[in-house]
């Protein structure tokens, strides 16, 4: 029985490849992402390296746009579960206040973003703010915050979204502050 080395993928069908499916895919991931287009730009860019390092095991793939999706289907799904653990660590961190050592200047810069982050939240409709407060500093559900201001679940869920996806976006904006660390900054900032 003979094996047949795998063909490789040219450099010009990669570059078609990508002009062909880069923009269903950073739509598909922009849409999983609820509007992410730094992720959803990262993403893609992570699928096409990923492809670029295994061109030359590509003559098997059926639907191309099938295997695309795929892929970045499962980057954003490990990119989320990153997310969750990092987050689950440093609340864990925070509660413990074990493995946090601040020196004198990220103690200054961890005041400065503080305030920052504060200025930002002063800067949400009213109604948005204490929503955000309220989950936030106090700590409350989202059932607890909707009954104490007789608003659905979902406005409680939607401010709270929005305020974030505010927030990151300023941070983004003047920073220039990649997604994955906003978790990380907004937990102990605030």
């Known amino acids: 029985m ?11 069908h990669f570059e078609t490849l990508y002009h062909d499916y880069s923009g269903r895919i950073y739509n598909f991931v922009l849409h999983i992402s609820h509007g992410d287009e730094w ?35 499962n980057v954003f799904f ?3 579960e990153r997310q969750a653990v990092e987050h689950a660590y440093f ?12 020196t004198t200047e990220q103690d200054v810069d961890a005041r400065f973003l503080s305030g920052y982050i504060n ?12 929503v955000f407060r309220m989950n936030r500093l106090e700590d409350k559900s989202y059932k607890q915050i909707s009954e ?7 406005t ?18 003047r920073y220039h502050i990649r997604a994955m660390f906003m978790s990380l900054i907004l937990i102990l900032a605030l």
């Open 2 to 12: 003979l094996h047949r080395k795998p063909e490789r993928l040219p450099d010009r």
């Open 39 to 73: 992720l959803a730009e990262e993403i893609t860019q992570m699928v096409f390296m990923r492809v670029w390092e295994r061109r030359g095991m590509m003559s098997d793939v059926e639907s191309m746009e099938a295997f695309l999706l795929s892929i970045a289907r």
């Open 78 to 80: 490990n990119h989320c």
């Open 91 to 102: 609340n864990y961190l925070l509660k413990t206040g074990k493995g946090y050592e601040c």
């Open 119 to 130: 200025a930002l939240v002063e800067e949400l409709p009213p109604v948005r703010r204490r």
């Open 148 to 154: 104490e201001l007789d608003i659905s679940v979902s």
């Open 156 to 173: 409680v869920e939607t401010h709270v979204a929005l305020a974030l996806k505010f927030i990151k976006e300023q941070l983004s904006s």
